[in-house]
C-alpha cells in the first residue's frame, strides 16, 4: 500500500463527488482507512438528540470523511492542483510539488482557539 502523502493542514482540491471542483484544508487524516477530513467539504446533517450534556435536539452540521483517492494537493508555490513526489535533503525527507518542483513546506498547526 502507498504512503499516505496527504498531512493536516494540506489545501486540497476536490476532483469527485458533489464537492467536486472545492477547494479546503485537512483537517485531519485517517490513515486507517485512507480517509480525510476537509474542513467546509462533504457536510452532512445530523440530527442530534437530547442528552445528559446537551438539553435541546436540533441538527449539526459537520464533515465527513472523503477518500484520499478524491482529493489532490495544491501546491503552495504554483497554486496548482499537484502530485507528490519525496526529495532526500540532508536526512530529511520533503515532500516536493511534481509540477514545479519546489518543496511543499509543512504548513504550521494554526494555534488552538480559546
Ligand atoms: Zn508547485
Known sequence: MTKIKLQKNDKVLVISGKDKGKTGRIERVI????????????????HIKPSQHRSVSGVVE????????KVALICPSCGKPTRVGYQKKNNEKNRICKRCKKVIEKTKEEPDKK
Open 31 to 46: 490513515t486507517k482507512k485512507r480517509e480525510v477530513i476537509v474542513s467546509k467539504i462533504n457536510i452532512v446533517k445530523r
Open 62 to 69: 459537520s464533515e465527513s470523511p472523503l477518500a484520499i483517492s
